[in-house]
């Protein structure tokens, strides 16, 4: 019987083994790898074509959390009015956007039309990533990375989001109108605007893999949802400690970025008590 066992043992990695996408060699691999590399780049520079082509679209999207009137504001402004304050609105205000080089503008354009078709082409990278890597998997190891790259992936759109439609409106606001004197405009540059925009969207949609970082370390034994839980008020002086760091200094700021983070960590404590059940 035990036999029997090994033989069929013996014959399904020789099947495993016989499979040509399964067992590459050295060079094989290299080249499958240089393959995946230059389909990577051939779809992210073609969406990046098209979002450099695109300038009026893209960058009215792009300044558009700059305006005064944002989306974000009017929706703040219906809720509170919803509430009984009905004659509250935003003040209205306007932040002068710069370019201080002959090229900055030229090259800005460049750069932001790649980060844009690297965030476009990021679904058909990880396809390529996972395809890549699948054939040394086992089937339930696959099953589970589908559902761990779905799950970083739409973390990662929440963080941008949230970036694009809170975060950064808020702040532009409060320091693009901050003065320390009347006699004193602010000009912003337009690679300091990029810069901003682009590093903030960046940090929280990183920030917010949270419950994925929690759900690792409890697999490795590091980390349980009694520890998590025991020590809830010093993760939220961390988060604001965190949140202080990463956003500019004002206190809306600071409330947006803090509140969100916290639930993910609350998120986080649910997703630990899965892992041990």
């Not at 558009?64 to 009015?81: L, N, Q």
């Not at 090229?103 to 390529?128: C, D, K, N, R, V």
């Not at 702040?171 to 009347?182: I, M």
Request: with cysteine.
């Amino acid at each position: 019987m035990i036999e029997e066992n090994n033989e069929s043992a013996g014959h399904s990695s020789m099947e495993k083994a016989n499979d040509g996408s399964s067992m590459l060699t050295f060079g094989g691999h290299l080249e499958a790898l240089r393959c995946m590399l230059f389909r990577i780049i051939g779809v992210t520079g073609a969406i990046a074509i098209v979002v450099f082509c695109m300038k009026d679209t893209t960058w009215q999207l792009l300044l558009a959390p700059s305006e005064w009137d944002f989306v974000t504001y009017r929706v703040i402004e219906d809720i509170i009015r919803s509430v009984g304050f009905s004659d509250f609105c935003f003040e209205e205000y306007h932040v002068e956007l710069i370019a201080t080089d002959l090229s900055s503008q030229f090259m800005t354009h460049i750069t932001t039309a790649f980060y844009l078709g690297l965030l476009g082409a990021s679904p058909y990278i990880l396809y390529e990533l996972f395809r890549f890597v699948s054939p040394a998997l086992y089937e339930n190891e696959r099953r589970y990375s589908v559902q761990a790259v779905v799950v970083i992936y739409v973390l990662f759109l929440f963080g941008v989001l949230m970036s694009y439609y809170m975060l950064f409106p808020v702040s532009f606001r409060f320091l693009g109108t901050y003065s320390v004197s009347e006699r004193v405009h602010s000009t912003i540059t337009l690679d300091s605007y990029v810069t901003s925009f682009t590093t903030l969207t960046l940090l929280m949609g990183v920030v917010f893999q949270l419950p994925v970082v929690a759900f690792l370390l409890a697999k490795m034994g590091m980390i349980t949802s009694v520890l998590l839980s025991a020590y809830r008020k010093h993760a939220f002086l961390l988060i604001m400690v965190v949140a202080a760091v990463i956003t500019p200094p004002d206190l809306m700021t600071l409330v947006l970025v803090t509140v969100p983070l916290y639930l993910l960590y609350e998120v986080s404590i649910r997703v630990v008590r899965l892992v041990e059940a």
